[in-house]
């Protein structure tokens, strides 16, 4: 018997060893990569010029492809996370900086960013999870002490799954959806009064606060924030535009922040895919429009 609890201890801590010296190797191998995963293939971090970060509304509004066909042979990458808070996509870019230092930013930063109702719930609801799994990685070396001090549930529940999971996310870039803006009007009424209560015991600075030490760590790279276009009724859901302008002015007071407003840009009802995300035909629409506006003032700069 007592043989084979010897061989049952030394059977776990072995297992245990296994799993750790694999988690460490995957984290140097993050640590040291220039490479990033796209649709399952391998690119270099060094490759593009300007990235563009934010959540769903800037994965299905902006198509690199189409703004990386220009005449100043400047390429762009979409690293958008679907659902991703503002707090998580801070760390993403601190180590994208870190392995192309010369790149610059476009951040969307939209009307429910800056609202307790917004993305900042999916850093402390349930989904927080999900979000910890996508960007552990990229946050190890910049807030784990938060989220240890803070989530622990959720680290446990990473370090026992980190075994088979993929330490670099696998970016999907541009996402064309159809419109369903029909069965998104029927849920106006109920959207409108959703308020996620476990957020209020949170600053909703947190994740400002963190863009703004983001940005003031690279004076040299140029970020510019843009709120893309949001349906009229998604305005009404939020009364939060003194907040949003408060937000906004404050980043901007960084020398190296440049803020476009495209919230009111025109779009046909087919051009959205809900209140806030655009269809394939809207977002190829903004994209096409946005790229001669940025690159206009991009050249410019």
Same mark, same amino acid.
């Given at each position: 018997?007592?043989?084979?609890?010897?061989?049952? !201890? #030394?059977? =776990?801590?072995?297992?245990?060893? &296994?799993?750790? &010296?694999?988690?460490?190797?995957?984290?140097?191998?993050?640590?040291?990569?220039?490479?990033?995963?796209? #649709?399952?293939?391998?690119?270099?971090?060094? %490759?593009?010029?300007?990235?563009?970060?934010?959540?769903?509304?800037?994965?299905?509004? @902006?198509?690199?492809?189409?703004?990386?066909?220009?005449?100043?042979?400047?390429?762009?990458?979409?690293?958008? =996370?679907?659902?991703?808070?503002?707090?998580?996509?801070?760390?993403?870019?601190? !180590?994208?900086?870190?392995?192309?230092?010369?790149?610059?930013?476009?951040?969307?930063?939209?009307?429910?960013?800056? %609202?307790?109702?917004?993305?900042?719930?999916?850093?402390?609801?349930?989904?927080?999870? /999900?979000?910890?799994?996508?960007?552990?990685?990229?946050?190890?070396?910049?807030?784990?002490?938060?989220?240890?001090?803070?989530?622990?549930? %959720?680290?446990?529940?990473?370090?026992? +799954?980190?075994?088979?999971?993929?330490?670099?996310? $696998?970016?999907?870039?541009?996402?064309?959806?159809?419109?369903?803006?029909?069965?998104?009007? *029927?849920?106006?009424?109920?959207?409108?009064?959703?308020? #996620?209560?476990?957020?209020?015991?949170?600053?909703?600075?947190?994740? &400002?606060?963190?863009? %703004? *030490?983001?940005?003031?760590?690279?004076?040299?790279?140029?970020?510019?924030?843009?709120?893309?276009?949001?349906?009229?009724? !998604?305005?009404?859901?939020?009364? $939060?535009?003194?907040?949003?302008?408060?937000? =906004? $002015?404050?980043?901007?007071?960084?020398? $190296?922040? /440049?803020?476009?407003? /495209?919230?009111?840009?025109?779009?046909?009802?087919?051009? !959205?895919?809900?209140?806030?995300?655009?269809? +394939?035909?809207?977002? &190829?629409?903004?994209?096409?429009?946005?790229?001669?506006?940025? @690159?206009?003032?991009?050249?410019?700069?």
């Amino acid at each position: 018997m007592k043989e084979f609890i010897k061989d049952f !201890y #030394n059977l =776990i801590f072995s297992t245990f060893l &296994i799993v750790f &010296i694999f988690f460490v190797l995957k984290t140097f191998l993050v640590y040291n990569s220039g490479f990033y995963i796209k #649709n399952n293939k391998i690119y270099k971090y060094n %490759d593009f010029n300007i990235g563009i970060f934010g959540h769903s509304q800037s994965l299905g509004a @902006l198509d690199e492809k189409l703004l990386s066909d220009n005449e100043y042979k400047l390429r762009f990458e979409n690293f958008s =996370i679907t659902g991703a808070p503002l707090f998580y996509t801070s760390d993403l870019i601190n !180590y994208t900086l870190s392995k192309n230092p010369r790149a610059d930013i476009i951040l969307e930063i939209g009307t429910n960013n800056v %609202d307790e109702r917004g993305t900042i719930r999916g850093f402390h609801d349930k989904n927080s999870y /999900f979000h910890l799994n996508n960007f552990f990685y990229y946050s190890l070396f910049n807030d784990l002490f938060f989220f240890i001090q803070n989530k622990k549930e %959720d680290v446990i529940l990473f370090l026992f +799954k980190s075994f088979f999971n993929n330490p670099l996310y $696998n970016f999907t870039g541009f996402q064309g959806w159809n419109s369903n803006l029909e069965e998104a009007k *029927k849920n106006f009424l109920r959207d409108s009064i959703t308020i #996620n209560k476990d957020v209020k015991k949170f600053s909703v600075d947190l994740e &400002i606060n963190k863009i %703004d *030490k983001l940005i003031k760590r690279n004076p040299e790279n140029q970020f510019y924030i843009i709120r893309l276009p949001e349906h009229n009724l !998604y305005l009404k859901i939020f009364s $939060n535009s003194e907040r949003y302008k408060s937000v =906004i $002015n404050r980043l901007k007071k960084n020398k $190296n922040v /440049f803020f476009y407003d /495209f919230v009111d840009f025109e779009l046909p009802e087919n051009g !959205y895919r809900d209140l806030y995300h655009l269809s +394939k035909k809207g977002g &190829i629409t903004f994209t096409e429009y946005f790229k001669t506006f940025f @690159l206009k003032n991009y050249e410019t700069k």
